[in-house]
């Protein structure tokens, strides 16, 4: 195998604000936008040999053989944001993010992409790409979508438990005091329906506020906003009691026919009792088997621990964002929490089956830590990712067709769980090596997007801070990968210019100065509204 790529939060709904369609190929063309296309991908030595003769000829067996495993590649479905958002903090504050703290898939999947939607629960399956240069190598982008609520009402009453962080390092700006005023914003957006506890943790852990029900009246939300008035730092971080003890609220809690769900607030630096993920979740599997209470994270915090917090988000059947100021605050506490709160599918799982009669050679970006055996990929007993409404994935291949290669190329697969009956449901959806003509540049503005996105997260995983060393695991994008200088250019010169869209060519332009890498010397700001 080998690779390359040219690649690229808690919803409620007050504030919104299986089957599945069948899947599509190119969901369309973007506008020309006259930039030059990211570099395209040499073929570097040492890649898995793939089935057929040196001048790519097969005997009628082979022709006609199901795909080998190793034209196979089978991942956990992952909707975490937390490494791009802690990048941008990290950046704002003059640093270059620690290499170990990036992952490629979570820079991609923080930009929302315009993927059909299904009519129920579970995914539409959507597969496009286009050339990187004329030597072969293609961006193939796979793109999973779940149905958003049509109408906030229309959701189940939310049960959720907060476990918030107290301890001392939540003192520092932008922590607890960034955390009381998200939950305000979320509180006074709840529906009477909903209820809300809240566990609080430093060296020990207290229930400060039972499951309590908003109601119609006012007395349930007065009640909440006062035990959040009243949350103020202590001393250490025993996140492993702050947790069982939060789930020990949840299940006393739960309400049949809510969506019950832990909420973690943290910097997530344990310093005192089990401090490791393994040993903090084995004392609340119970609740998460048996009871079904996931959880979800949301980090805060310039000193973050990043690897914690996502190990409990995937083993706690969760996911993981990042806030660093209020206007992430009030996205992801009004905007996206009904996405992290109901599910639209559990243990979801994704297999692409590349075709050895038209693919040289592949590779996924990202998804480092969720990979799944290939022969797991229906067996419904081993973990998947957990999906809410109105969710997008997607996952980045570099592909390598065969010389003069037509024809099918490769067919994406989605399983799923029903999130109430647990039956499971499949999707795919399907794409030919003429699909991928068109050039990156032509391509539709979210594979751009997503494009440069993974490849800032690549540049910056190379681009090692003081004291701290390279990502020694190689980059996962065959050729040069581009300087974030070059990459600044791009991202300016992108079809889109929403928020999400600026934000991105500013945190590149800011890696750009930190590292001295043009096109905008260090102390200099880059223009906003022109395109270089």
């Known amino acids: 195998m080998l690779a390359v790529v040219v690649a690229g939060g808690l919803l409620l709904a007050g504030c919104s604000g299986g089957g599945a369609a069948s899947g599509t190929s190119a969901d369309g063309k973007a506008r020309r936008n006259g930039s030059a296309p990211l570099p395209a991908p040499a073929a570097p030595g040492g890649d898995a040999a793939t089935p057929g003769g040196p001048d790519g000829e097969r005997d009628d067996a082979r022709r006609d053989a199901v795909p080998p495993p190793d034209h196979l590649s089978t991942f956990a479905l992952d909707v975490d944001t937390a490494s791009y958002g802690f990048a941008r903090r990290t950046l ?11 992952r490629p898939e979570e820079f991609v999947n923080s930009f929302r992409q315009d993927y059909p939607r299904p009519d129920g629960d579970g995914f539409s399956v959507s597969v496009d790409g286009a050339r990187t240069g004329d030597d072969g190598w293609s961006l193939l982008r796979v793109g999973l979508a779940t149905r958003a609520e049509p109408d906030p009402s229309e959701r189940p009453p939310a049960a959720l438990t907060f476990v ?51 109601g119609d009246s006012g007395p349930g939300r007065s009640r909440v906003h ?31 026919g809510a969506t019950n ?3 973690l607030l943290s910097d997530a630096l344990a310093n005192t009792g089990d401090t490791s993920a393994d040993g903090i979740l084995e004392r609340i599997s119970d609740a998460r088997r048996e009871h079904g209470i996931t959880l979800f994270g949301v980090g805060v915090g310039s000193d973050y621990g990043d690897a914690l917090m996502e190990r409990l988000a995937d083993r706690g059947d969760g996911h993981t964002t990042y806030v660093s100021d209020a206007d992430d605050a009030r996205e992801v506490f009004c905007e996206q929490l009904p996405a992290h709160v109901e599910l639209r599918a559990r243990d979801a799982k994704a297999q692409v089956s590349f075709d050895p009669r038209t693919v040289e050679r592949f590779r996924l970006i990202g998804y480092d830590n969720r990979a799944v055996a290939d022969d797991d990929f229906r067996d419904d007993s081993v973990d998947g990712g957990e999906v809410g409404p109105g969710h997008t994935v997607t996952a980045l291949y ?11 190329l490769a067919t994406a697969s989605v399983r799923w769980l029903d999130p109430a009956s647990r039956v499971p449901h499949e999707e795919s959806g399907s794409v030919t090596a003429a699909d991928l003509d068109a050039s990156l540049r032509e391509a539709d503005g979210g594979l751009q997007i997503a494009a440069t996105a993974a490849y800032f997260a690549d540049a910056l995983r190379t681009a090692a801070p003081p004291g701290a060393a390279s990502d020694d695991r ?6 040069r990968t581009p300087t974030l200088g070059e990459l600044s250019s791009r991202a300016h010169a992108l079809p889109s210019r929403d928020r999400q869209v600026r934000e991105l060519a500013e945190a590149i332009d800011r890696a750009a100065r930190l590292a001295g890498d043009g096109p905008y010397a260090p102390g200099t700001e880059a223009p906003r509204n022109e395109t270089p």
């Open 474 to 479: 190689g980059s996962p994008l065959p050729g």
């Open 398 to 408: 570099a592909v390598r067709a065969r010389p003069g290669a037509s024809g099918h």
């Open 226 to 256: 006062r035990a959040i008035d009243g949350l103020e730092p202590t001393l250490s971080t025993n996140l492993e009691a702050g947790i069982a003890t939060g789930y020990d609220t949840a299940v006393r809690g739960k309400e049949r």
């Open 164 to 214: 918030i962080d107290v301890s001392g390092s939540m003192a520092e700006p932008g922590r607890l005091d960034l955390a009381k005023k998200s939950l305000a914003l979320m509180t006074d957006r709840l529906r009477p329906d909903d209820s809300v506890a809240l566990v609080t943790f430093s060296d020990t852990a207290k229930t400060v506020l039972p499951m309590t029900r908003i």
């Open 261 to 263: 769900r832990v909420v």
């Open 92 to 102: 704002a504050e003059g640093r270059l993010p620690d290499p170990a703290t990036v």
